[in-house]
């Protein structure tokens, strides 16, 4: 015998249901949405294995990053018997790098960016030898053979290049220290140039791919990949302040760059999806720096200018140093 259910109960039971399918929804974000930004923090900022963020090709599968590694390699092979191996304590942090002492007066320290070791920088090293200058290349803080877990994005770590610097200053006389730096490290760079403490020697920064903020450059990184930035975005950058310290929306190189008072070169790509022109207008317009400029690449994507204009990209670094010397 079937018994068919009143008017009201069944007004009940879809009552229940939609109660329970919008407790569901309601719960969602709560839940999953924390679980998602972790996994996505942890994947792109924190170092999972002492393996992970080697001293490897970053994107083995990235014709041209396979280039760059390959060029570098090839300098650092022909220039290895200029190397000194070099170890230093940065607040606690065991940190490692290599110097390419050619007993010149001025030392350039290359800085790379997330997630490369101080092998990236080797692609950079040709410029410099050929201006007359040591070369200075290190492991980041978590990154190669260095110590550490998190990618702060310079917000803590940048006094790892100030104390760089210094050690170079005390223990090679070098009076003339500039930091070439591309993208996450070239915030880091201004960092170290534009806080109080930066000692004279520290003369200028050249900034290759500079974000306004990493809030702005990574919901870039999650458009281009076709993830949804709603409230997710904003819950990696709460991983950032839990496991790192750092506070990565309403700090960076916007906030930062009214400090800069150093010269500085900004460069850019007009293809760069992360760390747009538009961007890199702002900066360059709100850093008050009398030695100053920018300049406009129409060949590559982020962090790959040079090697799509390799003979005007040494250009431009040399006048720029012609520049910032002839003051």
């Known amino acids: ?60 599968n990235d014709y041209e990053q396979r280039i760059m590694r390959d060029k570098g390699l090839e300098w650092a092979k022909r220039n290895a018997e200029f190397k000194e191996d070099l170890h230093i ?42 201006l007359g200058y040591n070369i200075l290349l290190v492991d980041k803080r978590a990154h190669g053979l260095s110590d550490g877990k998190y990618e702060d994005c310079g917000q803590k770590s940048y006094i790892d290049y100030i104390n760089w610097a210094k050690y170079i200053h005390d223990n090679y006389g070098i009076n003339h220290i500039g930091f070439h730096a591309i993208c996450i490290g070239s915030s880091a760079a201004l960092y170290a140039c534009s806080d109080e403490k930066t000692p ?17 450059s990574f919901k870039n990184h999650m458009k281009v990949a076709k993830r949804s930035t709603f409230i997710v975005l904003d819950e990696i950058l709460l991983n950032a302040k839990i496991h790192s310290g750092v506070n990565l929306i309403t700090d960076g190189p916007h906030y930062r760059i009214k400090k800069m008072h150093k010269p500085i070169l900004f460069i850019y ?51 720029f140093l012609d520049k910032v010397y002839s003051e």
């Open 1 to 60: 015998m079937i018994t068919l259910l009143s008017t009201e109960q069944i007004y009940l039971i879809i009552i229940i249901v939609l109660a329970s399918i919008l407790g569901i929804l309601a719960l969602y974000p709560i839940v999953v949405y924390p679980f998602i930004a972790r996994q996505i923090y942890s994947l792109h900022l924190e170092r999972r294995t002492h393996e992970l963020w080697g001293r490897v090709c970053s994107e083995p």
């Open 89 to 130: 304590v940065s607040e606690g942090y065991n940190l490692y790098g290599e110097y390419y002492n050619y007993h010149k007066e001025r030392t350039i320290l290359i800085i790379a960016g997330r997630a490369e070791s101080l092998c990236y920088g080797y692609y950079y090293a040709p410029i410099y030898e050929r």
């Open 200 to 216: 004279d020697y520290i003369e200028f920064e050249i900034a290759d791919g500079m974000y306004k903020t990493f809030r702005e």
């Open 269 to 319: 790509t007009n293809l760069d999806k992360f760390s747009t022109p538009k961007d890199g207008k702002a900066l360059y317009e709100r850093c008050p720096s009398k030695i100053k400029d920018i300049k406009f690449f129409d060949k590559g994507g982020h962090s790959h200018v040079r090697i799509n204009n390799e003979e005007k990209y040494d250009a431009v670094v040399k006048e």
